[in-house]
């Protein structure tokens, strides 16, 4: 079938309802037509698209993907039962819509810039190239026995090679899970065996910020406890010798053997095309699943339109491929609508904090799209940084993972932006596999607010519940998020345990997809973020459950209690507060911190080691033995003064106790400083 763009598909959807046509049916299932005259806006594409999902999706997926044989249904979806699928019956390939049909075109467009650790050494990929690499790539992982189906594990930095990994994956019908190259063997050892992954992807060694990660040693470490594993495919970023045991391969060594032409699968639409675990509130991270056709639209629909990409542009997604911002922004939106996508390897402040600025003027990158954590660390190094480069070619600024506050905000659109560039806050999760709600698409010109995502995305209905689980409705009113509606992009389970995915998304409130944030809906009907309800908490936008930071210490022999909290800090957004209790043989409590540090790091990773550790005598618990975190919170952000109902509480007294113990270990905080 012809290859055709994201582009003309929706030009043409956007055509037809200017013209006041109804778009064509979709292949079949469609049923919804468009009133006559109806202007092409974003209230009519909105409305459209929550009237009848499968007549705007429909066409939308149609001209958009490259098909290797049409959809037979657009949707079949009950939010109630938790069952999603889209593009029934429709046979494809993601990399042949993300590679080939952009080499068919243009084979020297460039599709990759890799942006190296170290500044002007960046290196271009072309389409055609990156095609070969993949090939290669999924020819030698069919060679060491990966097969339709089977998982493969990829513990890489951002590279090309990451991205070819996660493409090759694709092409053969495997399905990978990016596990983020700063977390521990254990975790790693963790998500490989939750995803029985027969093979993992790695380098000898990172290069982050000037510093060597030893990538080969964590992998060594974890593939220990991974009986599941049979080869371990080893890339070289430095010119540094790793040991190389028996499960080792040299994966340039092999590639430059292998065939660069290998034949893609033909997936179905819903056949898993990755997975990626992220934290909950409670238990083990859960492997989120996304499948092929809806999630691929999905990421190619709202990189087109929230960020204005045109053809052309260099796009700037500066966030890890280990996280799902990296697989929607980095790899599979941009890459699908033919773009040019930036690879950035280093951190904001490496070799200075002028990093992620002489980038934009070095590669001319149109859209930057990044977390408010680094936004909030550089304006503190002062506005010269950012004034000394010529920003001229950003377009839009983005932003994603957490609340960003207003210092923030006016910083990256007065300084960064120079005040004319469109910014863009941007929320979604893990589970929406793409952006759900930003103030863009919509009319051109219409007005954007400070710290808010306003306006949902085409095919996203928002609905705020009390705690009763009613529906809350009109302006300046607050509630649980919800989403009423199924879109393409939304994760189907859970891997291997789907009862958790009803559990964790489908029960609270049944008939909706429950986020586990909370929001606010403004006059004007916009929406903004307030943060999470449940004890997931998000540290320099990375989401992590207290739960796993507990489980973490209570390895500890010297420690049997522990209660963690989120707490607001001024450059990670939040940190983590944990509260101990010791044995009373314990011994030196200086040194159980210090070793509790170092296990939460083993265990999970450096970021997740709580800033502050507090041992008191006990935990406020009630009668039934549950932890009263909701008082420790209070305590710590200053809110003593009004600790709510405390009437459960099992002894009233350990508030006083704690709060004393606090209040000194506050006190020489500050004199330390
Ligand atoms: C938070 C990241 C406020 C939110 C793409 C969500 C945000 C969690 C925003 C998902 C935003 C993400 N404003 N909060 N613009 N974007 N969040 O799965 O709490 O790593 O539930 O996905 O980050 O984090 P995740």
Redesign the pocket.
């Known amino acids: 079938m012809a290859a055709r763009s994201l582009g003309r598909g929706l030009g043409r959807l956007l055509g037809r309802l200017r013209e006041g046509r109804a778009p064509r049916r979709a292949a079949s299932g469609g049923s919804g037509s468009v009133p006559a005259a109806a202007p092409a806006s974003y209230q009519a594409l909105s409305a459209q698209a929550a009237r009848d999902p499968a007549a705007f999706w429909g066409p939308l997926a149609r001209d958009s993907l490259v098909w290797d044989a049409p959809y037979h249904t657009v949707c079949d979806c009950d939010l109630r039962g938790g069952r999603v699928g889209w593009f029934l019956g429709g046979q494809l390939n993601v990399s042949v819509n993300c590679l080939d049909q952009h080499v068919q075109k243009s084979p020297e467009s460039i599709a990759l810039i890799w942006e190296r650790d170290e500044p002007g050494t960046e290196v271009r990929v072309t389409y055609r190239e990156l095609l070969e690499t993949t090939c290669r790539l999924a020819n030698t992982l069919k060679r060491h026995g990966v097969r339709r189906g089977d998982r493969v594990a990829i513990y890489m930095p951002v590279s090309p090679l990451a991205v070819a990994s996660m493409l090759a994956c694709a092409r053969i019908g495997a399905v990978h899970t990016v596990v983020f190259a700063g977390f521990s063997a254990e975790s790693l050892a963790g998500r490989i065996n939750d995803a029985k992954c027969k093979v993992v992807i790695t380098f000898n060694q990172g290069l982050r910020g000037g510093r060597v990660v030893e990538l080969k040693k964590v992998v060594d470490e974890a593939v220990k406890h991974c009986p599941t594993i049979q080869h371990v495919l080893v890339a070289h970023r430095t010119d540094s010798k790793v040991h190389m045991g028996d499960l080792d391969v040299p994966l340039e060594q092999e590639m430059a053997r292998e065939d660069p032409v290998c034949t893609p699968e033909s997936m179905g639409s819903e056949d898993m095309l990755f997975l990626l675990y992220?934290s909950g509130s409670t238990g083990t991270p859960k492997g989120l699943v996304h499948t092929q056709a809806g999630y691929l639209l999905y990421a190619a629909l709202t990189h087109r339109l929230v960020f204005d990409y045109r053809p052309g542009d260099i796009f700037g997604c500066v966030a890890d491929i280990g996280?799902?911002?990296g697989h929607s922004y980095v790899v599979y939106g941009p890459l699908c609508n033919g773009a040019t996508s930036v690879l950035f390897e280093s951190t904001p402040v490496y070799p200075d904090a002028g990093r992620y600025w002489e980038m934009v003027q070095r590669l001319r990158i149109s859209q930057f799209y990044g977390a408010p954590t680094a936004v909030r660390l550089l304006l503190k190094y002062g506005d010269s940084w950012v004034r000394k480069y010529d920003r001229s070619s950003l377009r839009t600024l983005g932003?994603?993972?957490?609340?960003?506050n207003h210092e923030a905000w006016e910083w990256l659109h007065k300084v960064v932006g120079e005040s004319r560039c469109t910014l863009v806050?941007?929320?979604?999760?893990?589970?929406t596999g793409g952006i759900c709600?930003a103030p863009r698409p919509s009319e051109e010109g219409a007005e954007i607010l400070p710290g808010m995502?306003m306006r949902p995305f085409f095919g996203i209905i928002p609905v705020l519940m009390d705690e009763e689980g009613n529906v809350v409705e009109g302006c300046d009113v607050s509630g649980a998020l919800c989403l009423s509606q199924a879109w393409p992009g939304m994760a189907r389970t859970i891997y291997g345990d789907h009862q958790r995915f009803l559990d964790a998304y489908f029960r609270a409130y049944p008939g909706y997809y429950f986020?586990?944030?909370g929001a606010l809906r403004t006059q004007g009907g916009y929406y903004q973020?307030t943060?999470?309800m449940d004890d997931?908490i998000?540290i320099s936008?990375?989401?992590l459950g207290t739960a796993e930071i507990e489980d973490a210490m209570a390895a500890h022999p010297a420690v049997p209690e522990t209660a963690v909290i989120g707490y607001p800090h001024d450059i990670k957004g939040e940190a983590a507060f944990a509260f101990i209790v010791l044995k009373d043989d314990a011994g030196d409590a200086d040194v159980v911190m210090r070793e509790l540090r170092a296990t939460v790091a083993s265990k999970i990773a450096k970021y997740a080691v709580p800033d502050q550790i507090l041992v008191v005598k006990r935990l406020p618990k009630t009668r039934s033995g549950k932890v009263m975190r909701r008082l420790l919170k209070k305590i710590i952000t200053g809110k003593a003064q009004d600790l709510g109902d405390t009437t459960t509480l099992e002894d009233p007294g350990v508030i006083t106790e704690i709060l004393s113990t606090y209040q000194k270990h506050r006190d020489k905080r500050a004199a330390a400083q």
Do not use: F, K, L, Y
Request: glycine share 14%; charged share 20%; no cysteine.
């Open positions: 992220t996280w799902i911002t932003s994603v993972g957490e609340p960003i806050d941007t929320w979604w999760q893990t589970e709600i995502a986020t586990g944030d973020i943060g999470r997931v998000n936008g990375h989401r």
